[in-house]
């Protein structure tokens, strides 16, 4: 990892597990791979990750215990070293919602920690419903707004336009891209903030702003209602915007996404992630992006695998069937 110019990481946004943290969280997820039926998606492989997640090293316990509590100014936390395939990840996937669906030792090693910090929940009409989620470039996409492209991604707070958008986002990295230049781009509320006049927030904290569903997201056209970027308390507001899909209604709004964006800009960190790495962003507070990088597709490109994680399964029953991890477009 590497920290641009901007500023340094808070230290209570980084833990790098020791080794032996990292031989007992490769124990775990070891165990929990081999678990039948070998697939992620389950119901009886999530019930063994939710068990075995209660037995997570401590002191990355007590970090995601004090994490999900409060995600600190940076509204984000980076894990390093953890279990990695030592023979290196296979070839790196090159399709459009590309998926992890069989267990191995890393993405069993993701799923321990995000079950220990809610529930890992999925969209039935994103990457299949899939829990576990490869985020790699797809050839003829380089220029799409979404996780399959190698442009600039805009800063945006995950699925903004969701009433049950993630709480956390977990991105791991199983292999960076060969010019070791492609960054997760990450900025929170929290930093950005002090940057911006008190008229400037009001106007954000106003039903001002529409959002429709990302690229990624395939629900046709839908009505949004009108909403504030920011919300709830005026010192530590929650944040909900995507700048590639959120629109302003009149001229002064305007203004005020563009001091926004601005500010998003300014208080900005870049993570170059390298393999063993795990970013989780806190998704009401903190916005994510992505620089630009040269995919070669020659099966050895950047690879990511992201999970999405709720922090209070009930309040999305109604569009989960059996009590599930997929949510559905309509309610079952
Ligand atoms: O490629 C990245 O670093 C982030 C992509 C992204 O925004 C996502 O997968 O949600
Ligand atoms: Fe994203």
Request: glycine content about 6%; some cysteine; charged content about 25%.
């Amino acid at each position: 990892m590497s920290v641009d110019a901007q500023g340094t990481l808070s230290d209570r946004s980084l833990l790098r597990l020791d080794d032996e943290e990292n031989a007992a969280l490769a124990a775990l997820a070891t165990e929990l791979c081999g678990t039948a039926p070998h697939l992620i998606d389950s119901a009886e492989w999530v019930a063994a990750a939710r068990r075995l997640s209660c037995a997570l090293p401590p002191r990355l316990s007590r970090t995601l215990r004090e994490f999900t509590h409060d995600s600190g100014p940076d509204g984000m936390l980076l894990l390093r070293n953890l279990p990695v395939d030592p023979e290196g990840p296979p070839a790196t996937p090159m399709v459009f919602g590309s998926v992890q669906r069989a267990s191995t030792v890393p993405a069993s090693a993701l799923m321990l920690v995000a079950m220990a910090m809610g529930e890992v929940i999925a969209y039935d009409k994103e990457k299949h419903g899939a829990l576990v989620q490869n985020v790699v470039p797809v050839p003829g996409m380089e220029e799409y707004q979404g996780n399959a492209g190698s442009t600039r991604l805009n800063m945006h707070t995950e699925n903004a336009f969701h009433e049950f958008r993630p709480d956390f986002v977990g991105l791991m990295c199983l292999r960076n891209d060969h010019d070791n230049v492609a960054g997760l781009r990450t900025s929170s509320i929290r930093n950005a903030l002090p940057l911006l006049s008190e008229p400037i927030r009001a106007i954000l904290h106003e039903p001002r702003f529409v959002t429709t569903a990302p690229a990624s997201f395939d629900l046709g056209d839908r009505l949004e209602e009108p909403h504030g970027v920011l919300s709830g308390a005026a010192e530590d507001p929650d944040l909900k915007v995507d700048f590639s899909s959120t629109t302003p209604i009149d001229d002064e709004a305007a203004g005020a996404l563009a001091r926004l964006r601005d500010a998003i800009d300014e208080a900005a960190y870049t993570l170059i992630l390298s393999p063993g790495d795990l970013a989780f962003v806190d998704n009401r507070v903190t916005l994510h992006g992505r620089n630009s990088f040269q995919p070669r597709y020659d099966g050895a490109d950047r690879w990511l695998q992201r999970v999405f994680v709720h922090l209070d399964l009930r309040r999305s029953r109604a569009l989960r069937g059996a009590n599930g991890q997929v949510l559905s477009s309509t309610p079952v």
